[in-house]
C-alpha cells in the first residue's frame, strides 16, 4: 500500500504518457487524489480492525462473553448462535462509523457520493435482518451436527454449507438483491438486439437484461453476470448506460459472456468448493485439538470454534491472495479478448477508458501492488493487450 501511494504521488503532476490524449489533467488527479484517500482510509481500517480482532483473544473478551452466555441460554444449541450473533453486532457497529465516513466523506467529497442517510439506514436494516436470519438457517444445524457427530461433523457441515452457498447464490438475484436496488428490464431495443446476438451466439441462455438503480447511492459504474442455470441474469447500473455509447456497452458485455463463455464462474465456483473443504476439514481437525484453543486463553466451546475458524479462513485468505488475484487477472484478459473478436477493440478499449475516467480510477499504478491486490489488471496493460492504439 505504501508503494501504491508513492507511484501514485510521484506521477501526480503529469497524465501518463499513454493515457495524455484522453484524460485531463484534472481528471488525472483527482483520479490519484481519490486513490490515496482510498487507500489510507483502507489502511487505517486494517490496522483498526486487527486491533478489535487481537482485543476479544487479548483482553479475553471472547472468552468472557462465552462464560457469560452458558448462564443466559443453556442450551447447547442456541448459546453457540448467541454468541457468534452478539461478536457479530459488536464487530458490525464498531465497522459502523467506518462505512458512513467511507460513504458521507470520502465519496462525498469526490462526488460519487448519491446515497442519504434514508437509503443508508434502510440498507443497514435490511442487511441486519438478512444476516440474522443467515445465522439461524446456518449456524443452528452447524452446531447441531457439532453436538450430534463429534469427530466426524465437518463432512455432513461442508456438505450443509454447499447447499446452502448455492441456494443463496441462486436465491440471489430474484429474491435477495431486489431488497436492495429496483431492477428493470432493459429499455433499448438497439441494444437488446446486439445483446441478444452476442448472448445466443455464445450459446447460452438469459432470463433477462435487467437494468438497476445503482445511481441512488453512488454514481460509480459497473456490469455484471448474476445467478446460476435459469435464472441467469445480466446487469448494467444504469450509471454505466449513462457514460456509455451503445456500442460500447455491448463491448463491456461481451466482456461479461467472456467469462461465462470460457467457465470462469464454473471455475470460480469450483475454487470456492475446494477452498472451502480444506476449511471444513482444517477446522474438523482444530476441535480435536483443545491445545490450539488454550494456547489462545480460550476453551474451545462450539460457538468459540466456529468463530475462530471465521476469523482464520479470513486470515489464511491473505497469503492466498496474489495467486487469486493472478488467476482473476488472466481470466480478465481472456474476458477482453472474446469481447474484441466480437465487437471491436475500439469499442472496448473507449469504453475501458470511460469507465476510469467515470469511476476516477488509478491510471498509476505500483506492479508489486497491483501482483497482490488487483482482481482486474491495470488499465495500461489491459490496453496494450489490445490492438488498438492508445496514443493517437
Ligand atoms: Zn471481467
Not at 467506518?98 to 440498507?123: A, C, H, M, P, T
Request: with cysteine; net charge positive.
Amino acid at each position: 500500500m505504501f508503494r501504491q501511494r508513492k507511484a501514485m504521488l510521484a506521477h501526480r503532476h503529469a497524465v501518463p504518457a499513454a493515457f495524455s490524449a484522453f484524460f485531463s489533467i484534472e481528471e488525472h488527479q483527482k483520479a490519484v487524489d481519490y486513490g490515496r484517500a482510498r487507500l489510507q482510509l483502507g489502511m487505517a481500517r486494517m490496522w483498526f480492525q486487527g486491533f478489535v480482532l487481537a482485543s476479544w483473544f487479548y483482553f479475553g473478551f471472547l472468552s468472557d462473553l462465552d462464560t457469560i452466555l452458558f448462564d443466559y441460554v443453556p442450551s447447547s444449541l442456541w448459546q453457540p448462535v448467541a454468541l457468534i450473533g452478539i461478536v457479530s453486532v459488536v464487530d458490525g457497529m464498531l465497522s459502523l462509523p467506518w462505512s458512513l465516513y467511507s460513504q458521507f466523506v470520502l465519496e462525498e467529497r469526490f462526488g460519487f457520493n448519491r446515497s442519504n442517510w434514508k437509503i443508508f439506514s434502510g440498507d443497514l436494516a435490511k442487511g441486519s435482518v438478512i444476516g440474522a436470519i443467515f445465522l439461524v438457517i446456518l449456524g443452528a444445524p452447524l452446531v447441531w451436527l457439532m453436538n450430534t457427530l463429534p469427530g466426524v461433523w465437518w463432512i455432513p457441515a461442508f456438505v450443509f454449507y454447499t447447499l446452502f452457498q448455492f441456494l443463496i447464490i441462486w436465491l440471489w438475484p430474484t429474491v435477495i438483491a431486489p431488497l436492495f436496488n429496483k431492477f428493470s428490464p432493459l429499455d433499448h431495443a438497439e441494444l437488446a438486439l446486439g445483446i441478444k446476438q452476442l448472448v445466443e451466439g455464445a450459446g447460452f441462455q438469459s432470463s433477462g437484461v435487467y437494468v438497476m438503480d445503482a445511481s441512488k447511492r453512488s454514481s460509480h459504474g459497473n456490469a455484471y453476470f448474476t445467478g446460476l442455470g435459469r435464472a441467469k441474469r445480466i446487469v448494467f447500473f444504469d450509471t454505466l448506460l449513462q457514460k456509455l455509447r451503445p456500442e460500447q456497452t455491448l463491448a463491456v458485455l461481451a466482456h461479461e459472456v467472456g467469462h461465462l463463455a470460457h467457465g470462469h464462474i464454473k471455475k470460480g465456483l469450483v475454487l470456492s468448493l475446494f477452498m472451502s473443504a480444506v476449511a471444513f476439514f482444517a477446522l474438523g481437525w482444530l476441535t480435536l485439538r483443545p491445545d490450539f484453543f488454550m494456547e489462545l486463553g480460550l476453551s474451545p466451546t462450539h460457538g468459540v470454534v466456529l468463530l475462530v475458524a471465521m476469523w482464520l479462513g479470513g486470515l489464511l485468505s491473505v497469503p492466498l491472495a496474489p495467486l487469486m488475484s493472478w488467476c482473476s487477472r488472466r481470466h480478465e484478459f481472456q474476458a477482453d479478448r472474446y469481447a474484441i473478436e466480437r465487437t471491436s477493440p475500439e469499442a472496448l478499449g473507449t469504453a475501458l477508458l470511460e469507465l476510469y475516467r467515470g469511476n476516477a480510477g488509478s491510471l498509476v499504478v505500483d506492479p508489486l501492488y497491483a501482483a497482490w491486490t488487483y482482481s482486474h489488471p491495470p488499465l495500461t496493460e489491459r490496453l496494450a493487450a489490445m490492438p488498438y492504439p492508445t496514443k493517437d
